[in-house]
């Protein structure tokens, strides 16, 4: 496993709202099974245990798995559907993710991703999404 700083930047547009959110993460990546994987905490909630959240990258998708407070299992592949359940403390939640493209570049010591999807909820839109993910 290599040590390695995860920065995520995350565009938001719901409502004719559009709001961002930057996060940077200290985490470690290594190969599995043909897929560069990225594995990194979250602290979500001052006094709740981390969230841990893997990535797992293909040639063509990226899997996110999130494990703790709250957690899920989202595919990223484009002109696909996923449909996953986002739980939490309160319950689960039913939730779709329509994606319409997924952009990976890696080398040995680099990797960005970008990603352009519609988030939904019981068949309604909540929020259409680009997120970047720089990994070095």
């Known amino acids: 496993m290599t040590p390695v700083a ?3 930047r995350t565009v938001y547009q719901s409502g004719g709202a559009t709001e961002a959110s930057d996060q940077k993460y200290a985490g470690k990546r290594f190969e599995k099974d043909g897929n560069t994987v990225l594995r990194y905490e979250e ?3 001052e006094g709740e245990p981390p969230v841990m959240t893997t ?13 703790g407070s709250v957690g899920g299992d ?6 696909e559907v996923c449909e996953f359940f986002y739980r939490t403390g309160f319950g689960n939640l039913a939730m779709q993710i329509k994606t ?10 680099d990797i960005q991703i970008r990603l352009v999807y519609t988030l939904y909820t019981d068949g309604a839109e909540v929020s ?8 070095r």
């Open 128 to 135: 259409r999404n680009e997120m970047i993910i720089v990994c």
């Open 43 to 45: 602290i979500l909630c």
């Open 74 to 79: 989202m595919v990223f592949c484009a002109g």
């Open 100 to 109: 319409e493209s997924v952009d990976i570049q890696k080398n040995d010591s």
């Open 6 to 8: 995860i920065h995520i």
């Open 55 to 67: 990535l797992f990258v293909s040639e063509r998708d990226v899997r996110l798995h999130r494990k």
